[in-house]
């Protein structure tokens, strides 16, 4: 595999954790445990994808969020639904969520471990 061949798998690495997330990071650390790939530059390229498209994400909703939801009256009664949940019980909804989002990744990649 040549120089561009390795860019253009890394670039899509980077994208595809932009977009996705957790399913490419495990699925490329995996490689890199095969030898496909180089194991620093996955956990860089994962780094800088994550805090990128927080980044990305975060910053736009934070200024432009409210006069988003005003004009989409169905989103804003939804995001008050969940506002008034969060509000009750942050932490235990948090927790619940990171929960299910680790462990529907775990079962959909338990067989590549056997």
């Known amino acids: 595999m040549g120089v561009m061949g390795l860019f ?3 670039a899509g690495i980077l994208m595809g954790i932009v977009l996705e997330g957790e399913m490419i990071m495990l699925s490329s650390v995996i490689a890199a ?3 496909f790939l180089n194991l620093w530059m996955v956990m860089g ?3 800088s994808g994550t805090l990128g498209s927080d980044w990305f ?3 736009p909703g934070r200024k432009k969020g409210k006069i988003w939801l005003l004009n989409k009256q169905k989103l804003k009664r939804k995001s008050e639904k969940v506002t ?3 509000q009750k019980l942050p932490c235990q909804c948090h927790i619940e969520s990171s929960l299910f989002v680790w462990l529907k990744n775990l079962c959909s990649c338990h067989h590549w471990g056997q």
């Open 8 to 10: 253009f798998i890394y």
């Open 33 to 35: 445990h095969r030898g």
């Open 45 to 47: 390229i994962g780094f």
């Open 57 to 59: 994400y975060f910053y």
């Open 84 to 86: 008034q949940r969060l």
